[in-house]
């Protein structure tokens, strides 16, 4: 056949599709076949103009009169030609978003080529665009046993493989088939990083929506194309600490720290070793030797002072390199230091990779400072953080958000979501704030979205719980930064204030902050009370006669170390009948090894410590906190968000005083809800209070009605009161702003 005449053809074809002028186009080639009976292209494009006009039947007669005659050894040709018009036709379709008709052409393709597993891909793609997309579909199309049986993996489109995989596990993450099909894609990935950042994705959402087993095999996979990805490693190990598969959390910690190549990267990796084995609580004598090694990396790290990190993980890491020394030890001058020393190292490595963001952010500041002096009528607030929802951040963050005086401020939120799950906590963030934000991950483009809305103020509430965050801060999107509630200070060199109260730090503080302490009159927390479920959990339930006095320690297992422990097993001991109830938490072999072991030492039964179970919300945890008579806090990192539930069901407790922020979260609470009873200064006075308590009925009466009549009076419990303090903050800091 004549190459011009069939160029010709083509050029005639192309331009009846593109005008869609079906009819005149079948008139075309009805006579062109009656002129060209042998011609098959004719036969080939008729067929098409009759699918395209929904005549599926006429098209596929027409296709067979082509090629029912033709011979066999020229049957695969004319197929594979007729295969590439409709091809060809399907992607234009696609282009002018026809998903309907394009599904339709691709399905005479797979009547022609039912083994063509790009074009079953396209199928797959349509049938999620079309919304027809079952849990069948994969099955169905044979997707999984084509890819498990494919023996010419050159031929698969890689780009159209993980564009449909993504597409699948989006819409269906929870469906063993999306699994599977990731199982059967593995082996045929070419490219690991567009792979890798799906699963990293699928793995945050499907954490969010607490699917930790569906996650965990997921990364599972990802490490079978990347077995050294730290990015990988280091969200199984979280995945494998919420499901309390501790020992599994620590083995890949401990292969993550040994794919680190650099000093920095194997500090981040060691800060995750140690974060696996506090959870799983109990492994102080393993623990103390690799925290020793922690502060020599520490050391070592600061001593190389590498520039060369960017925004990456590792420099986001290190951030929190230092997270848990306040858990260990309470010297508040030290492990400030070390923060600030870290802190600043993370600057450095911002700031040399972002200087156009940081110079843009500082001339919008500026800008926005002359257009709005000497004041603005209302001064934009933004809160940031990624729990917004059931947490502590969300539960003890809302009066902030409830009385806000509107006619004086706007609250813009920056909040982390997941589409699959519906969270009454951030409905209600989202109804009580003036602007939204919602993000997925925290990514360093956040700080473009904080900078555009021309904040006045931007508040984290994460500090070094989101290293990102971390890292977003220091872009300096808002004129005036600010941390509050979520940990102690950042020491992030670009945070101007910490938030906090005559109590929770001690008067010479400042002498260790970079970042200026703003001390609200009162109490740097409030709330207005927290809403309580029905009790799950009675003595009977645990063995406990109705007589005995119940001391309850209800911190997390970090918490947790075998000098507070013996405090409060020295205090079960010389209190005759009582018994001692360990919230549940942590790897169940290692807790009892940790506090029966202390316990046999101190000559008191194992049968008199307790754990409890964990239960399914914070309403059931507060409802069950009734069942103690007394509770135990720890020290040197005291309960925050326990304390304001034990103080809010009436309950009393003991607090060991320290000079750190986390060491004086207790006793600040514990004043502004108008009780002293309970607060210790000495480990001496911890035990003397948790004996004189559990002995004293009359006392623990006199303080459950001090507590209940607290709630009418106390500056813990007024939530009003407290924002009308920390917005006068506010106003307070953007006057000296202007004034500077």
Known sequence: MNSDWIVAIHERAEKFLENRQYEEAISYYESAIEAQPENRYYYFYLGLMFLLQGQEEESQMTWLLALAEEDAAKIDDWNAELIGILNKEANRQVKFENYQLAWV???????????????????????IEIDIYTNETLADYQIIDRLQNCTSPEDLN???LIHVWDRVVKVADLEPSSLELTKAIAPHVKESQAFIKIILDLNCELAHAHQHLTAIEFCKVGLQVDPKNLKLLNPIVNLFTETGNYSQAIQYAQFAYSAAAT????????????KSMMSAGGLWDELFPLIEQHKLLIDQVLAENPQNLGTSEISMGLYSASFYFPYIEDHPQNNIQIRRKLSQLCQSNVEMACPDRIEKFKNQNISLLK???????KLKIGYISTCFKRHSVGWLSRALFKHCDRDKFEIYTYMKTSQAVRDPIKDWYMAHSDEVYQYSLPKLELADKINSDRLDILVDLDSLTSNTICGILALKPAPIQVTWLGWDASEVPTIDYFIADPYVLPED?????????????????????????????????LGIPDDAIVYLGAQRGPKYNPHIANLQLEILREVPNSYFMVKGFGEQESLNRFFFDMADLQGIEKERIKFLPRVQSEEIHRANLQIADVVLDTYPYNGATTTMETLWMCIPMVTRVGEQFAARNSYTMMLNAGITEGIAWTDEEYVEWGIRLGKNEKLRQEIFWKLRQSKQTAPLWNGQQFTREMEKAYQQMWMQYLES
């Open 371 to 377: 257009a709005n002096f000497p004041s603005r009528k």
């Open 509 to 541: 503080a400042q002498n260790h902050y970079q970042e200026t302490i703003w001390r609200l009159p009162q109490t740097y927390l409030a709330v207005d009370g927290f809403e309580i479920s029905v009790p799950t959990i009675t003595r009977v339930d």
């Open 158 to 160: 890689q780009n159209l």
């Open 263 to 274: 000093a920095a990267g194997k500090l981040v990796q060691s800060l995750v070793i140690i």
């Open 105 to 127: 052409i691709r399905q005479q393709i797979r009547e022609l080529n039912p083994t063509d597993i790009n074009n079953l891909l396209h199928l797959v793609d349509l049938s």
